[in-house]
């Protein structure tokens, strides 16, 4: 059975600080790792996909990476601002099945 | 530009009682889902279909059933809710199971179990 860990569950930081949140998984033979974006109350939304023959997506300020020999995966928010507090988390897509991670939630501090 | 659009947004539910949670999706996607949400254990998949007539079951599929007779529609039907459903569902879908292609999610129904 599939396993992801997010760490750390929560962080903080001042406004402009590069963020890195990190995803690790135990089993390697998947097909796509995805980071998702969920606001209070609200959906997931998909920020990148990164497939399993891939080692990094970009987006904006936004770049992951995929390490899947050693089952991890790590999300870059360059110069964060207030608007990217919100809680990312990541998923691993094993067929036609996700698991996901309990997620990190961050707070950027004006 | 609906997207993935579930009803209802809040339900309070008696324990005992069934209902049904509705998901309808307007971009002729084949694969659909259904999460739940709760608190420091991330989403889990309950069901899962692939295609018109075609379900499956996900991580956690005991007390809920479902049906894909079209392929907008997937809803997820509690037959005796229990006070263990309370939680925080989504329901989510994608073009298919190609391994380039994103997923979708609804906003997501909050259901209380007392």
């Known amino acids: 059975k599939q396993e992801v860990t997010q760490i750390p569950a929560a962080l903080s930081v001042p406004e402009g600080e590069n963020l890195v949140l990190n995803c690790s998984f135990t089993?390697?033979?998947?097909?796509?790792l995805q980071w998702f974006r969920q606001d209070p109350g609200k959906g997931l939304t998909s920020l990148l996909l990164i497939q399993s023959s891939q080692r990094e997506q970009t987006s904006g300020r936004l770049n992951a990476s995929l390490d899947k020999s050693s089952g991890r995966s790590t999300l870059y928010i360059a110069a964060s601002q207030p608007g990217d507090s919100a809680t990312y988390l990541c998923?691993?897509?094993?067929?036609?099945?996700?698991?996901f991670g309990a997620g990190t939630t961050v707070t950027v501090r004006a | 530009n609906a997207g993935v659009t579930q009803t209802p947004k809040f339900q309070v539910l008696k324990t005992g009682q069934s209902m049904t949670l509705q998901c309808a999706q307007d971009m002729n996607h084949e694969y659909m889902s259904w999460y739940r949400q709760d608190p420091g254990m991330g989403l889990r998949l309950i069901h899962y279909s692939v295609g018109a007539g075609i379900t499956d079951q996900g991580e956690v599929p005991n007390g809920y059933n479902v049906s894909r007779s079209t392929t907008e529609d997937f809803p997820l039907r509690l037959l005796s809710a229990a006070p263990s459903q309370t939680s925080v569902y989504f329901c989510?879908?994608?073009?298919?199971?190609?391994?380039?292609?994103?997923?979708?999610f609804g906003s997501g129904t909050q259901l209380s179990v007392l």
């Open positions: 089993d390697s033979a998947i097909y796509n």
């Open positions: 989510a879908s994608s073009l298919g199971g190609m391994s380039n292609e994103k997923l979708f």
């Open positions: 998923a691993v897509r094993d067929d036609y099945k996700l698991s």
